[in-house]
């Protein structure tokens, strides 16, 4: 953190989320190493040129790099069991999701599976939010159908007592 200015852990998951969104979309991209792309995106410097919700070193800055490094590389050594979880709920086969909705379903997917300390709203609202920001035009009314019917089937209880009260 710079400038003395204190991050939220909220803030700071946030930002992990589009770092890894962002490294996921390199890797399928490039296929370079997860570490290559860590260590990229880790030493990403700042561009006056960008807007700053696309300057990678301005999430860098704030995120919870712990977090970051989990989901880069535990999504990519679980994204078989992640692809299974969500697959019957598409519309389309797997291989034909834009990277990009590909990435955040992943994401989401994880958090939902692995990370019950997150709620599953938040995993919801936070793959909506990456999707406004970073999908195509109404990409995120896809993820919020796809996360919230995923959160039923993978959160049962947690959803049910959203339900009744």
């Known amino acids: 953190m710079s400038q003395g200015k204190k991050t939220s852990r909220t ?3 946030r930002a992990a989320r589009q770092l890894t969104l962002q490294g996921l979309y390199q890797w399928q991209m490039t296929g370079a190493s997860l570490q290559q792309v860590e260590l ?3 030493s990403a410097k700042p561009d006056d040129g960008l807007e700053s919700h ?5 999430a860098v800055e704030i995120a919870d790099l712990a977090y970051f490094n989990e989901l880069l590389h535990n999504i990519p050594q679980c994204k078989n069991e992640l692809d299974e979880y969500f697959a019957p709920l598409l519309d389309r086969r797997v291989d034909e999701l834009d990277l990009v909705e590909l990435a955040i379903l992943r994401i989401g997917t994880y958090e939902l599976s692995k990370r019950i300390d997150v709620p599953y709203k938040v995993v919801i609202n936070e ?3 990456l999707a406004k920001r ?5 990409s995120h009314k896809y ?3 796809i996360l919230d019917k995923l959160a039923i089937r993978l959160r049962s209880a947690e959803a ?3 339900l009744k009260g």
């Open 11 to 13: 803030e700071a998951r």
């Open 40 to 42: 990229q995106i880790r």
């Open 54 to 58: 696309e300057d990678i070193s301005a």
């Open 127 to 129: 793959g909506i939010e």
């Open 134 to 138: 970073f999908g195509a035009t109404e």
């Open 143 to 145: 993820i919020n159908g």
């Open 160 to 162: 049910n007592a959203r």
